[in-house]
């Protein structure tokens, strides 16, 4: 069988030649409408793979006029669409290196600020304006901070991948102890309502799993309205699978931001501007859920939101 393959990319056509030749198959390349319209007359090929988009015209407006030929309408036509995202990946390895640098870089001079602002604080004689100021630089630095810490957490948990069934066995009551006491600094904290059986184990990393309960309970606590329960579960499915739930009760979110919430920097419309945050917090969860090969999911009515 004779296939033309019509792609203006010499890589792709290529690639894709030498995966049908492996099959037994002959190609031929061309890299236009034009010249693929003479290969057409000269060869008359079984089989046309087509390209999207070429240098002079459509692949779409190609088969158009190969439908018109009576000689040719007969001839199966498959589209190919492909691009080389090597250099794409390689640029965005890059930029994740350049940020875990960067952030590790920029950890001590920012302690070092925030030490003597501190010291500044504690002086006296300063007067209304000077304590307001050193209010603002406080607080500018201290975050700084909680999105520098964020980053290098984002990056460490980038750094490797789990293999299959490997990991430490962790009891689900020794994690949720762990995530009480980080969660108990929360002066909300006693609106969280655990539920969940002693007896139920995972495989992975400990420190990330805890950091995947801390910070969904946390937004939770955040995002919803005052004095109002969050409730926080584990359970097992009928396929035997491990469920965190997540859930409270406020204004919810707008469905079109849905998609977004694991978007770095992303925070929905809805957000207080008065609420800190780095916007990497879902990120970090949803990196960390992939490693372990978990699924991550938003459910968002009015009143109330799941996670």
Known sequence: M?????EDDRDIREMVGQSLAHNDFRTVGCRDVQEAKKSIARLNPDCLVIDCMLPDGSGVDLIRWVRRQDEYQQI????LTARNVSDQKQLQESLKDFVANASHELKS???????????????QGLGETGKVSLAIARRQA?????????????????SYQLKPNEGERIAVHDLMTSAMAAIDKNPDSARVEW???PDLYLLGSKAEIEGICINLIDNALKYSTPATPIRVSWERNLLGELTLSVSNEGPGIDP???????ERYFRAARSSADIAGSGLG?????????KHGALLEFDSQPGASKA
């Open 2 to 6: 004779n296939i033309l393959v019509v």
């Open 76 to 79: 199966p036509v498959l589209m």
């Open 109 to 123: 001079p920012l302690t070092v600020i925030s030490g003597h602002l501190e010291m500044l604080d504690a002086k």
């Open 142 to 158: 201290a975050g700084m901070k909680d999105l520098i810490q964020s980053l290098l957490l984002l990056s460490q948990v980038e």
């Open 195 to 197: 539920d969940y059986s």
């Open 256 to 262: 079109h931001d849905l998609p977004r919430l694991t």
């Open 282 to 290: 879902l990120a970090i969860v949803q990196q960390a859920a992939n």
